[in-house]
């Protein structure tokens, strides 16, 4: 009984570290700069794919990092309060690194 118990438990451990590396293969990684129309970096830009929770932000020189599914065409929406909200279509195989530089225009939205 107990050499079945240790054969599972091993099989078991083996399951879960191949998964693993499997699901963390699956993604890909977009980087790029946020800018304004002036072309200076836009701080604090919330960056996140289209219907999904979470993101990320902008850093202090308009820099972000996300990491999107690989494999899958996923819309990208890049956002900044006073600044209209942009969105660009991106498709990444597993694993790559896509750069992408982003100009958020003037929102001619009044009150």
Do not use: C, H
Not at 71 to 85: F, P, T
């Amino acid at each position: 009984m107990k050499i079945s118990f240790t054969r599972y438990y091993f099989l078991f451990l083996l399951f879960l570290l191949f998964s693993s590396g499997v699901l963390q293969a699956q993604t890909a990684t977009l980087k790029g700069l946020i800018t304004d129309e002036d072309g200076k970096p836009v701080e604090l830009a919330n960056i996140a794919i289209k219907g999904e929770p979470g993101g990320t932000t902008s850093g202090r020189k308009g820099l972000f990092s996300l990491e999107v599914p690989a494999n899958k065409e996923v819309i990208i929406a890049v956002s900044y309060i006073g600044l209209a909200r942009e969105e660009l279509s991106v498709n990444l195989k597993e694993g790559e690194t896509k750069k992408v530089s982003v100009r958020l225009k003037s929102s001619s939205t009044t009150l």
